[in-house]
């Protein structure tokens, strides 16, 4: 399966060392880069193309781009990488995005997680309100429906609160709700 676009328009997976970079090599590397960025672009602009294809497709581009970069970046080549992006009408972002994309694959993560993702910060919380706040204020442009909106996201947040006549009353999330507490001790009539 992970060839499937390749083979499609004729491509064979092919891992180059730098030591075999020559002529022929090169040549074949700017035919694979030329028919990958081709497939690339069709990909983009059809609607019937998977999101996994153009994974596949930019993976393997990449992988051809940073080999051909390995080859032309080099000190005496004189920007020979910038000329052939030119050439093949790549531009020079896309194809560093994709090289990057592929040395991340080839080094291993320094920094590996168990994937679970820190807490927000307030500046997190603060940018995500930021860029809502323009939907919100369409939507509820009643007290009542900004009420109404609070409401629903306490009680979806799984949050503690409570209904009385003035309003709702929120407890953070650290403080113990009334019912959570013991009762308190009689006073001393002393």
């Known amino acids: ?22 002529a022929e090599t ?13 497939v690339h672009v069709q990909a983009q602009n059809t ?9 596949i ?3 393997q ?16 080549c004189n920007g020979k990488w910038s000329s052939f992006l030119q050439e093949h009408k790549i531009p020079r972002t896309t194809a560093d995005r994709l090289v990057a994309g592929h040395e991340r694959l080839l080094a291993p ?5 168990n994937g679970a993702l820190p807490p927000p910060t307030v500046r997190d919380i603060e940018k995500l309100f ?4 323009p939907k919100l204020a369409k939507v509820l442009t009643t007290r ?3 009420y109404a909106f609070i409401v629903c996201l306490i009680s979806r947040a799984s949050l503690r609160y409570e209904r009385c006549e003035e309003g709702i009353l929120m407890f953070h999330p650290t403080v113990a709700a009334p019912e959570d507490v013991p009762p308190a001790e009689p006073a001393n009539s002393n």
Do not use: C, F
């Open 47 to 55: 609607v019937a193309t998977t999101k996994e294809e153009l994974r």
């Open 26 to 38: 090169e040549r074949k590397l700017t035919t694979d880069i030329t028919d990958l960025w081709s």
């Open 109 to 113: 993560e320094t920094k590996r997680t």
């Open 144 to 146: 009542e429906s900004v």
């Open 130 to 133: 930021k860029s809502i706040r």
């Open 1 to 22: 399966m992970d060839y499937v676009i390749a083979e499609n328009i004729g491509l064979i997976p092919t891992a180059v060392q730098p030591e075999q970079l020559d």
């Open 57 to 59: 497709v930019r993976q």
């Open 61 to 76: 581009l990449g992988e051809r781009l940073h080999t051909m970069k390995r080859l032309l970046a080099r000190p005496g």
